[in-house]
């Protein structure tokens, strides 16, 4: 099976990448900005025309989109998330290699859920803010598309590799930091946010599940299970083997009291989905045979090994 994979220099699409390479039936060919690239080409400015000329070239049976942005200004978001995947659904349209196409969408889409539920699927998506608005309209594009098209909307990945700008990245640097300054109290903020963190080598494998699979739609990639943010402090300072004591600035102590300057303040993810967000899982279970397998304190547990290695 030949595959056709768009952002595998990302957080995500890297893992992806290591996963497809890891199956010998698949020739896998990558695409995008950076030099490393088999071949370049910016999603987000490049025409459809020549997109559809390479597809057309290489007649892959599979396109992954790993390819946009997270962070940037509402019109940055709208170029790299959503303009580039409507470029990539034209040129679909415009091939005659008839590929599938797995996008990688994010549960920033739905926006805020009422705390103690389970988002499935058919949610109405009212996204809080402008990057879960371009993936909404990124979501749309390729629905009604007419392509062979399916929709992973990723909750929160973590894991190896976890970006320092993180909510989790941002934790364990402050443990790093606190640790290599002798500090006995680390002080954080905005850790009453639940979040459903899912590792991001089992996002890889449901990307490879549905590479493999007939399934349409939107199917939602998570553990079904949401962690405090305050829970995870409490165990990376555990994994860590941070002495000191945690002390939180919005809301109850933890169980070991956190300090140091820049700390987090009430609002660590800038996602717009509120303080609560769970997956309801059963359509990847029933539809891709998937489900999570890495546990959270594994995936803990790597963010703080990354983070120690720059001590």
Request: with cysteine; charged share 20%; net charge neutral.
């Amino acid at each position: 099976m030949r595959v056709l994979l768009l952002g595998a220099n990302g957080y995500l699409g890297r893992f992806v990448a290591d996963r497809l390479l890891a199956d010998p039936a698949v020739q896998l060919t990558a695409l995008g900005r950076g030099d490393d690239a088999d071949v370049r080409f910016d999603l987000s400015t490049g025409s459809p025309g020549a997109l559809t000329r390479f597809l057309d070239a290489v007649h892959p049976g599979v396109v992954i989109n790993c390819a946009g942005a997270i962070r940037g200004t509402a019109s940055e978001l709208t170029r790299h998330n959503t303009v580039a995947t409507a470029t990539l659904c034209e040129s679909l349209r415009r091939s005659g290699c008839r590929s599938r196409l797995v996008q990688v969408g994010c549960a920033a889409e739905y926006g805020p859920s009422q705390h103690g539920s389970s988002i499935a699927e058919d949610a109405v998506a009212r996204p809080g803010g402008p990057y879960g608005v371009s993936k909404l309209a990124a979501t749309e594009l390729v629905l009604g598309s007419g392509l062979d098209a399916i929709v992973l909307r990723v909750f929160s990945p973590t894991g190896p590799g976890t970006p320092a700008g993180s909510p989790l990245g941002r934790l364990a640097d402050s443990l790093r930091r606190a640790m290599q300054h002798g500090d006995s109290e680390l002080k954080l903020g905005g850790l009453g946010v639940q979040r459903d963190f899912v590792d991001v080598r089992d996002v890889a494998r449901a990307v490879h599940a549905a590479t493999l699979s007939a399934a349409q739609g939107v199917v939602n990639i998570g553990t079904g299970h949401a962690v405090r943010l305050r829970e995870a402090a409490a165990a990376l300072a555990r994994i860590s083997g941070f002495g000191g004591t945690l002390l939180e600035l919005d809301g109850p102590s933890l169980p070991r009291q956190a300090t140091g300057e820049g700390a987090p303040q009430a609002a660590p993810y800038p996602d717009g989905c509120g303080a609560w967000q769970q997956a309801d899982v059963r359509t990847a279970r029933d539809r891709l045979g998937w489900r999570a397998r890495i546990g959270f304190e594994e995936s803990l547990a790597d963010i703080w090994m990354e983070a120690a290695c720059r001590m």
